[in-house]
């Protein structure tokens, strides 16, 4: 994906979340949603998670934490890169 659409993408997310419109397991859901359907790729939602938080590793690793409540351990990993 071209990195203008992860900025479109990350924006949107972002204000959502400022917002409080959604929480941080609610946007990896989302994004996992996302690629399940085709419209992003599962490489995708790491530079998109870095949009949303701004690069703070530990705001996307607690939402990864949070998320993987809902999603098994193995799709979670990926996303870090383990």
Same mark, same amino acid.
């Given at each position: ?16 979340? @400022?917002? =409080?419109?959604? !929480?941080?397991?609610?946007?990896? /859901? *989302? ?5 399940? %359907? ?14 949303? @938080?701004? =690069?703070?590793? !530990?705001?996307?690793?607690?939402? /990864? *934490? ?5 999603? %098994? ?10």
């Amino acid at each position: 994906m071209d990195d203008n659409r992860i900025q479109v993408i990350g924006k949107e997310l972002q204000e959502k979340y @400022f917002k =409080g419109t959604v !929480e941080a397991p609610e946007i990896v /859901l *989302t994004l996992l949603a996302m690629a399940k %359907d085709g419209y992003i790729s599962l490489e995708d939602i790491r530079p998109i998670l870095n949009v949303i @938080f701004m =690069g703070n590793k !530990e705001g996307i690793l607690r939402a /990864l *934490t949070k998320a993987s409540r809902y999603v %098994d351990a193995k799709t979670i990993d990926y996303i870090r890169g383990f």
